[in-house]
Structure formats: C-alpha cells, structure tokens
C-alpha cells in the first residue's frame, strides 16, 4: 500500500509567478484535502476534493485553486505569488471524506522570493 | 481568531515519566478531536482521536482526554520514550460532517534520556 505522495518537495518562485503543487493519494482513497501550513502555526484547510469535485474551501482567495483527477490525484494551484505564500504546503487524502485513516503527505515547502 | 489553542510551545520531560499536552477550543460546533504528531521532514501522522460523546480514549501509552465543558483536552504519553520527541498538533473537526481540520499551532515535546 502507497502511501501519499507530492511533488516537487522543494519549490522557489518569484513574487507574481504562478505553481502548481501535486499530490497522489493513498491506494484506495478517493478524497484530497490541502493545507497550508505557515512558519510556526498550525497547518490551515485550503480545499478538499471528493470524486473530482470540490467538496468544501476554507478561507483562501480564489488564486489559490485546485483539481482532482479521475485517478483521485490532486493538483493546487497558485496564482500571482506573493510573499506570504511561503509555506509547507501538505496533501492528505482519505476514503469517503472521512477522517478516520485521513493520511498526510510530507509536503511541499514552497518559498516565494 | 485561533479556534484551536495549544498554549505552551514547548514540554521537556524525562525519560519513563508522563507527559500532558493541552489543547483548548473555542468553537462549540466542535464534535471530533484528533491529536497528530509530526517529525521534521515528514507529513503530520494520526495519533489517537476522541468523539465529544466520549471523555476518555486510551490507546496504548497514549490517553486522551476531553472535557466538553471546558473546552479541554489533553494528551497523556505514559511512559515517555525519547522516540516521542516531536512537534504534536491538536485537531477538531466541525459537526455536521465536515472533514476540515482546524488545527492548533503545535507543542515540542522533548523527551530526554
């Protein structure tokens, strides 16, 4: 059994640039959520994908925006970074939108320059 | 406005003896509390969680505990091994089936030989 996976592990990009994260669940998974977790704070709810749809959004702006495949893999996107940007940026899926076996990914830490 | 609340940054313990980690919450529409643990480099990974129709959930060395109305829970390692030292996050998740996690800002705990 896989486990969750992402891509790039590091990333550094400009302020104003775009990026695009990526994210393959768990064997037998079908949902996706992300989190941006900042320097020294808890990790904070993006958006979660359930079956290729968007299934809940927490308070993020619409440059963060994201897309689930029909093999349940996941991408967030970035658009016009700024620097507050900075973060880990971690996936964890699970099956049915349930919490129990909700497993995380080792993250994305991406800096914005 | 953190909803979830881990006040100390940081617990240094010794080897064999116990450690308690507190959590406080805010939202009363909390209704699933999850405790996480997470080393450098890697994803969060699930400890032991607590449905609010409970107030104790043993797992192991590990108990968590809640209490509805204060608010409370807590996270007992008994006895603590130096393996344990680590960055623990609190969680809770919404009721009505909402699968986000709000999460704590974490604890360091370091347990010494």
Known sequence: ETGVTQSPTHLIKTRGQQVTLRCSSQSGHNTVSWYQQALGQGPQFIFQYYREEENGRGNFPPRFSGLQFPNYSSELNVNALELDDSALYLCASSQDRGLSGYTFGSGTRLTVV | ?113
């Open chain 2, 1 to 113: 406005d953190q909803q979830v609340k881990q006040n100390s940054p940081s617990l240094s313990v010794q080897e064999g003896r116990i450690s308690i980690l507190n959590c406080d919450y805010t939202n009363s529409m909390f209704d699933y509390f999850l405790w996480y643990k997470k080393y450098p480099a890697e994803g969060p990974t699930f400890l032991i969680s607590i449905s609010s129709i409970k107030d104790k959930n043993e797992d192991g060395r590990f108990t968590v505990f809640l209490n509805k109305s204060a608010k409370h829970l807590s996270l007992h390692i008994v006895p603590s091994q130096p393996g344990d030292s680590a960055v623990y996050f609190c969680a809770a998740s919404p009721q009505g089936g909402s699968e986000k996690l709000v999460f704590g800002k974490g604890m360091k705990l370091t347990v010494n030989p």
